[in-house]
Antibody
Framework: QVQLVQSGAEVKKPGASVKVSCKAS????????LHWVRQAPGRGLEWMGW????????ISAQKFQGRVTMTGDTSISTAYMELSRLTSDDTAFYYC????????????WGQGTLVTVSS | QTVVTQEPSLTVSPGGTVTLTCASS?????????PTWLQQKPGQPPRTLIY???NKHSWTPARFSGSLLGGKAALTLSGGQPEDEADYYC???????????FGGGTKLTVL
């Protein structure tokens, strides 16, 4: 069965970077895009970007351009999302989600990773 | 900046019907926006209900349906159940930039 398992919660100081991992299993990792979505406490969902694990191509939302790096390691079927220059506004749950075909969202999501930015 | 707009909150009676809508600041929502609807309950990751405007995932209850209505994407719940109380998000694709944008979400109350 398809599973996306994310890394554990992180606490970071303002100005630091965080790298969240998303390990995929149950399907061909290079066959589907992966999305990254975040949700600040009590707020709505925010689309951050996607990665094509086969080609390494990425697209990110304009808001995150220059600050987010999405990568994939095909040898271990794991995607990574690194966000730099963190501020308190980046405190949120971060989710990875598998695509169905192209960049269409499937119904397979990671469990979420809470990133807390606090001095 | 592209804005996707949803009703902030709606209420449906048990067994009743309600339609949630999703509009784009760029104009009419068409199938080219691949409208996607997600459901999220408190403390849980989202679940994808509908993709490409009308297509359901295997888990999607039959009482949910998606459509394009009057220049917007729409999610209709026919025969609301208490377990349908949740936040619902619309997600649209902007092909020029290859980006997706979420709406602000609709809090649906079954009461």
């Amino acid at each position: 069965q398809v599973q996306l398992v994310q890394s554990g919660a992180e606490v970071k100081k303002p100005g630091a970077s965080v790298k969240v991992s998303c390990k995929a299993s149950g399907y061909t990792f290079t066959g589907n895009y992966l999305h990254w979505v975040r949700q600040a406490p009590g707020r709505g969902l925010e689309w951050m970007g996607w990665i094509n694990p086969h080609s390494g191509d990425t697209i990110s939302a304009q808001k995150f351009q220059g600050r987010v790096t999405m990568t994939g390691d095909t040898s271990i079927s794991t995607a990574y999302m690194e966000l730099s220059r963190l501020t308190s506004d980046d405190t949120a749950f971060y989710y990875c989600a598998k695509s169905l075909t192209g960049t269409l969202l499937d119904d397979y999501w990671g469990q979420g990773t809470l990133v807390t930015v606090s001095s | 900046q592209t804005v996707v707009t949803q009703e902030p909150s709606l209420t449906v009676s048990p067994g009743g019907t309600v339609t949630l809508t999703c509009a784009s600041s760029t104009g009419a929502v068409t199938s080219a926006y691949y409208p996607t609807w997600l459901q999220q309950k408190p403390g849980q990751p989202p679940r994808t209900l509908i993709y490409s405007a009308t297509n359901k995932h295997s888990w999607t209850p039959a009482r949910f349906s998606g459509s394009l209505l009057g220049g917007k994407a729409a999610l209709t719940l026919s025969g609301g159940q208490p377990e349908d109380e949740a936040d619902y998000y619309c997600l649209l694709y902007y092909g020029g930039a290859q980006v997706w944008v979420f709406g602000g979400g609709t809090k649906l109350t079954v009461l």
